[in-house]
């Protein structure tokens, strides 16, 4: 049987690292496309020669001609620019909404049976362009957010409750950004309920209550401190487990940006929710009951969304 075949559109800080995690997991060969001439092919080579230390056989390819993506079975986009001082975020929707044009016709164009994982901020907005540039299926196309939100928020559990984060679960349901919305009530370490260690006396509502504002503003935290970048290594490695659910079928239970046909009272938009990966893409979107708090937040998240997305008709008219 041949190896599987991974597309790494963007072969920046998260594509690189994407690149190192397929490659030491040994998910597949992997192209690294970038419009940057040298980046791909350096960092593919970079890691070529760590394959005989850490003894992984995948082949690794950089590239700046979409034509290698050919027959990917998945295509990773990191593609895009960040947003710098003087940038308003409608022009970083312009110029990201432009990547996502290009990326999509060469993904359609090369790859059109590959499971697509947009990463790309603003995510909500990014993903739902790449499907309309793409045309691909709706269950083929995700975004990246809600598994690494939900990490963010799993790892501070986990220190506050002195546990292993592998006992810790959580969701993070909503858009990518300040208006995601940790449930705290479906968060449990090794299935109990965060309310009901609450009144344990495990911790109170007032930590738990900063966590969930600690993880909203989790991307910022990291910007802070890095000052030149954001986050990369959970970025990657929560694409990488979206990656590995379909590549596997799996049928993990993630949350991710899905595509919302009517399920959650939301038509035609991209919202995170959790959802089940397997080798059909999207198997299924799990429609969670939410309590009135958790609803209302989620409405003003499905909001913030929608502004987005009349932000992106209004630059780029062919959507
Ligand atoms: O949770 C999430 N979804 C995110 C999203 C968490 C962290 C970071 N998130 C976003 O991912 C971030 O705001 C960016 O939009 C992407 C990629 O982040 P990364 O840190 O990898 O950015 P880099 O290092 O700037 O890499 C982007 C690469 C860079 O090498 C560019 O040359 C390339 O994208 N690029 C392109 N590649 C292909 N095609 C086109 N048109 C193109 N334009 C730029």
Redesign the pocket.
């Known amino acids: 049987m041949a190896r599987k075949k991974i597309a790494l ?7 690189g690292t994407l690149a190192h995690l397929a490659a030491i997991k040994e998910l597949g060969d992997v192209v690294l ?4 001439e040298g ?1 791909p092919q350096g960092k593919a080579l970079d890691l070529s020669q760590s394959g005989p230390v850490e003894g992984y056989d995948v082949a690794l390819k950089g590239t700046n001609d979409y034509a290698d993506i050919a027959g990917a079975d998945v295509c990773i986009v ?5 947003r710098k001082p003087g940038m308003s975020r409608d022009d970083l929707l312009g110029i ?1 909404l432009k ?1 996502m044009k ?2 999509g016709e060469g993904i359609a164009a090369n790859a059109p049976d590959a499971f697509v994982i947009c ?3 603003p ?1 909500d907005a990014m993903v739902w362009a790449l499907r309309e540039f793409s045309g691909l299926p709706h269950n083929k196309v995700v ?3 809600g598994v ?1 939100d939900s990490a963010r928020f799993r790892h501070f559990l986990a220190e506050e409750f002195k546990v292993a984060m592998a006992d810790v679960t959580a969701f993070v349901l909503g858009g ?1 950004g300040d208006t995601m919305v940790p449930v705290v009530e479906y968060s449990t370490v090794a299935g109990i309920p965060v309310p009901d260690l609450i009144a344990m006396g495990w911790s109170t509502k007032e930590r738990i209550d900063e966590i969930v504002k600690r993880t909203r503003g989790g ?1 910022g935290e990291i910007v802070a401190l890095l000052k030149t ?4 290594y959970a ?1 990657a490695t929560s694409a990488i487990e979206m990656a590995e659910a379909y590549l596997k079928d799996k049928k993990r239970v993630l949350p991710c940006a899905a595509y919302l046909d009517g399920e959650y009272g939301v038509d035609g938009l991209y919202v995170g929710v959790p959802i089940v990966i397997g080798a059909g893409g999207v198997e299924r979107i799990v429609e969670i009951k939410l309590n009135d708090e958790a609803k209302a937040n989620f409405q003003v998240s499905v909001d913030a969304v929608k502004e987005l997305l009349v932000a992106c008709k209004g630059i780029e008219p062919s959507l």
């Open positions: 559109i963007g072969a920046g800080m998260i594509g496309f970038d419009v940057v980046v990191t593609a895009g620019v960040a990201n990547v290009s990326v990463v790309t901020n995510l975004g990246m957010a690494l990518h991307g970048g954001s986050a990369y970025p």
